[in-house]
């Protein structure tokens, strides 16, 4: 199988997108924080957004059908397996002698 890894400190998981599209695999992830600081005379509100987005090109090993995350500590792990090669057949020739 193949094992791509992809480090999402401070990213809820349900803020993570996966797409696996014909052999393009994406992650992407909308960060949306607000962080805000009241005092006695002022109130200060501050707001960051962004977006991540990196996609991979796939090999045509790759199955895209059953692709299995998990997230844990702030790391995204995509295990996918990859295709049952068909072997060659071995056929065993058998000489006569005359």
């Given amino acids: ?5 992809v480090d999402l ?8 997108q996966v797409k696996l599209e014909a ?5 992407s992830v909308e960060r949306k924080q607000e ?3 009241e005092k006695a005379n002022y109130l200060r509100t501050e707001r960051s957004y962004g977006l991540f987005a ?3 090109v796939l090999p045509q090993s790759v199955v895209g059908t059953s692709p299995e995350a ?3 500590h702030g790391v995204l792990t995509l295990t996918l397996p990859k295709r049952v090669e068909t ?12």
Avoid: H, W
């Fill in 23 to 27: 052999d393009t695999l994406t992650v």
């Fill in 35 to 37: 962080k805000t600081d």
């Fill in 70 to 72: 998990s997230y844990e």
């Fill in 1 to 5: 199988a193949f094992e791509v890894k």
């Fill in 87 to 98: 072997k060659p057949k071995t056929v065993q020739v058998k000489v006569l002698a005359k």
């Fill in 54 to 56: 990196r996609s991979f």
């Fill in 9 to 16: 400190p401070g990213t809820k998981p349900e803020d993570i």
